[in-house]
């Protein structure tokens, strides 16, 4: 069956970074767009950031993120990729991985989450 399995996250001081995999399987992951969605307590789940098919292919960031995160893939290695510098406390929230088939298509796969915890 697919499996998206999220690691990475922690505890993480104002400034610091942390890098999120997300390391799929059971499916054909180059067909797939993949993003990150985070969730904060009592808060909706948003998109941070989304990469279409190709290891070099076309992101998309929250404004909340730009010029923070970097999403990136390796298809060889069926992972994707959340590279968050300069974070801050309002960053804190549970990161999902998803993978979505088409151009506007909802998520037809999620990850379990990882936990980021960024203290003041």
């Known amino acids: 069956q697919v499996q998206l399995v999220e690691s990475g996250g922690g505890l993480v001081q104002s400034g610091g970074s942390l890098r999120l995999s997300c390391a799929a399987s059971?499916?054909?992951?180059?067909?797939?767009?993949m993003g990150w969605f985070r969730q904060a307590p009592g808060k909706e789940r948003e998109l941070v950031a989304r990469?279409?098919?190709?290891?070099?292919?076309?992101?998309y960031y929250a404004d909340s993120v730009k010029g923070r995160f970097t999403i990136s893939r390796d298809n060889a290695k069926n992972t994707v990729y959340l590279q968050m510098n300069n974070l801050r406390p309002e960053d804190t929230a549970v990161y999902y991985c998803?993978?979505?088939?088409?151009?506007?298509?909802?998520?037809?796969?999620w990850g379990q989450g990882t936990q980021v915890t960024v203290s003041s």
């Open positions: 998803a993978a979505a088939l088409g151009v506007g298509d909802r998520p037809a796969y």
């Open positions: 990469i279409s098919w190709s290891d070099d292919g076309v992101t």
């Open positions: 059971g499916l054909l992951f180059s067909w797939y767009r």
